[in-house]
């Protein structure tokens, strides 16, 4: 079978191309051809020899994954459901900002740790991703961007699209270590997208583990999903922390800062209506985090569907909250919600992965909806229902 060469980091081409009997140098123009131009066809790769590119031809594929839909939210977010076999589908979202452009990327179809607050979560797990499937959704959606770009503006190549990458979307990174590493290689290699260690962010619900296993493999900016002062109240919201309990968790960011690329770990907390969000749960939550670890406050305001039987909280409530622990010195932010109308905001991720009866009928009205002119090989044109 073809290998797929989105699977590999520039590391992993090079010993691919080796068994060809290919330099490093060669690997190099290849992944450059991937990931920099997004071209998934080896004769379009004019600098390579025509006997590398029939080689190439004849063992392996660049191989993106088919779309599903793409829809486009009244404030520019763009939300892309691939399918990726046997029912399940996952989602990618693209949120463009004045001054840059984030994505948030899958790392699971499903997630087996299964928070209160989250429909990942209540969906239960389907599988990991492969490294290929993670690297496919910035490949596509930055080649993608490109190409919508510089067709409305009628010029030739545009510069880059996506400056952040946040592993925010389906699933649990840290419980797919192994395929997550080369992916964020490729990510920050200045041969495929060139991105700050700063401006990929990993975010988990706190496997502490392999927290210690990123320091040392591929430190990128850490955020974690604390939304509890406490034990008790945690145990409840985020399952996984009758495994790894708070303190062992603040110990890893501890030990995670001696080589973070930033000075601070970013805590997330999902503000629940009547369950996290007292001026009492700011309080213990300030003498929790002061002085212990070096840290930022992210409030998200609870995204609600319906199986959660949960609500968000009141403004006036996310604002006394932040009150408490900015008047203490913790700089704390109040994330602005994004793409609610497309259900593209963080925790509204792929409900099509929950009912596998109604799964294929779902996904063949959706693509009747949305029709797709191709799959995610290389950069598309326009799609229908996007705009120029
Ligand atoms: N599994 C990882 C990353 C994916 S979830 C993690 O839990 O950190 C990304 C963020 O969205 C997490 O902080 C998560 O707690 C938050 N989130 C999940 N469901 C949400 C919801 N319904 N509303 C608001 N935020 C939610
Ligand atoms: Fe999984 Fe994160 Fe959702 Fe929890 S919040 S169920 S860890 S995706």
């Known amino acids: 079978m073809a290998v797929n060469l989105l699977d590999f980091d520039l590391e992993g081409l090079t010993a691919f191309c080796s068994t060809l ?12 051809w991937i990931h920099q131009r997004g071209v998934a066809d080896f004769d379009t790769m004019s600098d390579l020899a025509k006997s590398l590119r029939a080689k190439l031809a004849s063992s392996a594929v660049v191989q993106g994954l088919p779309l599903i839909s793409e829809h486009v939210s009244a404030d520019g977010t763009i939300k892309w459901l691939f399918d990726v076999g046997q029912g399940n589908a996952v989602e990618t979202v693209y949120i463009p900002e004045a001054d840059r452009g984030t994505l948030c990327v899958s790392s699971q179809a499903g997630c087996a740790v299964g ?4 429909s990942t979560g209540h969906q239960g797990f389907s599988r990991n991703l492969g490294t290929g499937e993670i690297t496919a959704q910035l490949w596509f959606a930055e080649h993608r961007l490109r190409a919508r770009n510089a067709a409305a503006a009628g010029i030739g190549p545009v510069p880059r699209q996506i400056d952040n990458v946040v592993m925010m979307g389906m699933g649990e990174p840290l419980q ?3 395929a ?7 990510m920050l290699d200045d041969h495929g997208y060139g991105l700050s260690r700063r401006r990929v962010t990993v975010s988990t ?12 493999d591929c430190p990128v900016a850490l955020a974690v999903s604390l939304h509890a002062p406490d034990d008790a109240l945690r145990d409840n ?8 309990p708070i303190d062992e968790l603040l110990q890893a960011c501890s030990r995670y800062l001696e080589k973070a ?43 609600p569907f319906p199986a959660s039987g949960l609500k968000r909280s009141p403004r006036e409530r996310v604002q006394a909250f932040a009150q408490v622990l900015q008047d203490a010195g913790i700089v704390t932010t109040v ?20 009912d596998r009866t109604q799964v294929q009928d779902r996904m063949a009205r959706l693509r009747q909806v949305i029709p797709i002119a191709a799959t995610a090989a290389g950069p598309l044109p326009s799609v229908a229902g996007s705009p120029p």
């Open 21 to 32: 009997g290919e330099k490093r140098f060669r690997a190099v123009q290849l992944f450059r």
């Open 115 to 118: 928070c209160r607050f989250c």
């Open 176 to 178: 797919n270590y192994n």
């Open 180 to 186: 997550l590493v080369p992916a964020l290689r490729t």
């Open 205 to 216: 619900s706190g496997v502490v583990p392999m927290i210690d296993r990123l320091r040392e």
């Open 237 to 244: 919201l985020v399952p996984l922390n009758r495994k790894y």
């Open 261 to 303: 690329p930033r000075d601070f770990i970013t805590f997330e907390y999902c503000m629940l209506d009547g369950v996290n969000d007292s001026p009492e749960h700011a309080r213990a939550l300030l003498r929790l985090l002061q002085g212990r670890v070096a840290c930022k406050l992210n409030l998200i305001p609870f995204n």
């Open 335 to 354: 994330r602005k919600t994004r793409g609610d109308d497309i259900d593209a905001a963080c925790g509204q991720l792929a409900g099509e992965v929950q």
